[in-house]
């Protein structure tokens, strides 16, 4: 099984902030790496796929970089409503896909 | 729009069996693998199931293999989880979720159902 870790486990940051997630596999996922955002009471929402394309509908201010085992969330300048988790996810070695433990991003 | 509604969860015990339904609509249901995904109340995510669109091809995560069935009826849109000889560990909101592309599944999530909340408890 790839292992996700994500870090920091939680981010304080205030509203027009840069904010920068990490996500490390324990093998070389290639590309194929996601991340979502969620909210409390809320299912999660698909940010970005394969490491760098942005959803449907998702903000410029969201991006990702990254490739092999180091993958990166930017969000450029912090909204109030960016403020929830982050999970990665693997889609590598399909059909076992796996997530990470979460990013909590909060108001500092 | 797209909208994806599940039902189903519920208080159940120990060893005993429980089925999921997911609703869909706005969009061709068809032509989507699904998958099945849940959360232990305050923690991550865990994938539990995948089917693809036709039905024929179907995955399960290791934790559930042998006990979770997923299934569909596309003449229905709906997407099922037969969950049999229920453990504590199965407690979690269970969400269905849409595969991104049309056709074999890409194994990301595009849109999500609110989940619905199984408890395994005695």
């Known amino acids: 099984e790839i292992v996700l870790t994500q870090s920091p486990a939680t981010l304080s940051l205030s509203p027009g902030e840069r904010a920068t997630l990490s996500c490390r596999a324990s093998q070389s996922v290639r590309s194929y790496l996601a991340w979502y955002q969620q909210k409390p009471g809320q299912a999660p929402r698909l940010l970005i796929y394969?490491?760098?394309n942005r959803a449907t509908g998702i903000p410029a201010r969201f991006s990702g970089s990254g490739s092999g085992t180091d993958f990166t969330l930017t969000i450029s300048s912090l909204e109030p409503e960016d403020f929830a988790v982050y999970y990665c996810?693997?889609?590598?070695?399909?059909?076992?896909?796996?997530f990470g433990q979460g990013t909590r991003l909060e108001i500092k | 729009q797209v909208q994806l509604v599940e039902s189903g969860g519920g208080v159940v015990q120990p060893g005993r069996s429980l089925r999921l339904s997911c609703t869909a609509s706005g969009f061709s249901f068809s032509r989507y693998a699904m998958h099945w995904v849940r959360q232990a109340p305050g923690k991550g995510l865990e994938w539990v199931a995948v089917i693809s669109n036709d039905g024929r091809d179907k995955h399960n995560a290791d934790s559930v293999k042998g006990r979770f069935t997923i299934s569909r009826d596309n003449s229905k849109n709906t997407l099922y989880l037969q969950m049999n000889s229920l453990r504590a560990e199965d407690t979690a909101v269970y969400y269905c979720?849409?595969?991104?592309?049309?056709?074999?599944?890409?194994?990301?999530?595009?849109?999500w159902g609110q989940g619905t909340l199984v408890t395994v408890s005695s």
């Open positions: 394969d490491a760098s």
């Open positions: 979720a849409r595969d991104l592309n049309i056709g074999p599944a890409d194994y990301y999530l595009d849109y």
């Open positions: 996810q693997q889609r590598s070695n399909w059909p076992s896909i796996t």
